[in-house]
């Protein structure tokens, strides 16, 4: 119990290292950790987005030796944005007009496809809300739901119901002779502004028809984005989906859906920083294998207020601010651990510091009591001797419970128990003495 000094000071001392141990295993696994493993989503087989993923993952594995990428593979975009709410994967692909992930924020965009309505040149079809009662083809394909789901909500938008406007899936190759034999009355595509469904599809019919097709301006895309936002207002050059002749023939206003990169909400900032980068700095070498998946990748607008789906803030922070080095970043992962780690190494010493003083008083206090039994023990006659004799027994028990602490201190706990002991020794030979 005495000299209990020694003890708590050790032990908090070893504490503190082991806590100190911790913290440089922390960095140093993070810092060496041979290899890191990101779970992605592939995209429905056969389409452009499995493509990108594939070529994505060959030049990132590539810049980047100890990452790897494990391919986790969905059916569908909706597939995609489930798998990254199970936690099934740490980057997803979704398209903005699928249902997204609630725990997901962007990283990057990688694409915008735009949503043609393409009817033949004499068509007396002239506004989306001239669809009511019509078959419509819709190019077969891993989006084919999609781009069907999109139809759904432009139709909702003009005040029709799904089943208002028949479909029918169709190879792209079969969608001009449909069109030209009055089997369909339009087609819906959607793709990007270059080669893809929407160009393949107006060459579709304009071989089939011997005539230059045309696309459906949306006057009203702004109202309609505002209704539902996984739409963007989306302008497409004139000649983009045909260069001669030339279609659209002007410049035209139409609706499009973007695809991005999203991770989820609990990722750390350093690791999402370290991707976006990553994808935005390999873009040309992307572009070089994918040409028509990666041409168009690129950061989502910081200034948004009302994003889709909110910009991870750790990518957030590089957008903001530039470039950080590495021993920037470092210090934001060391923070998530190092502060913890410091400030719990400080509360167990101070904590054992705190014991180490009490007990301390208290051993003090027993030292105290003993010298004062001694002196009581002077004078003490019959009842009263023998219970301060028991007193002193229970003390000096008190007192070898902490035979094994500091020298120092057992030599004054020994000192004070040779003093009362002696005192009783004197007082019970006088005692003897005055009898006789």
Known sequence: MFGAFGKPRT????????FLVAAAALGAIYIFQPKATIRITTGPEGGQARRFIEAFIKVAEKQHPRVHFEQVTVPDLASSAK????????????????????????????RHDAVAIVVPNKSAISSPADLSGKIIAIPVGPAQNDNSHALDLILNYYGMQPQAVKREFLAIDDIGPAIERKRVAAAVAVGPVGPGDVVDTVASIARATRNTPKILAFDDADAIVKRFPMFESYDVPQGGFKAKPKVPDDTMTTLAVNYRFVVPITMLDIVANAIGRSILATKAQLTNIAPTAAAQIEAPDVSDTNPLLPIHPGFAAFL??????????????????????SVGASLVTLLF?????????????????????????????????????????????DCLGGADDEKADQWKTSMAIQHALRRFERHGEAAKSGSA
């Open 11 to 18: 032990l908090a001392l070893l504490v503190s290292i082991a």
């Open 83 to 110: 798998a990254l709410e199970d936690h099934k994967v740490d980057l997803a692909l979704i398209r903005s007009d699928a249902p997204l992930p609630i725990n997901g924020e962007t990283l990057v965009i990688l």
């Open 320 to 341: 903001n601010n530039g470039d950080q080095s590495f021993f920037d970043q470092a210090q934001s992962f060391l923070y998530i651990f190092g502060i913890p780690l």
């Open 353 to 397: 510091s705190t014991l180490a003083a009490r007990r301390a008083k208290k051993d003090r206090a027993a030292t105290q009591r003993l010298l004062s039994i001694a002196q009581e023990a002077a004078t003490a006659e019959g009842e009263r001797l023998e219970a301060l004799e028991k007193e002193f027994h229970k003390a000096v028990a």
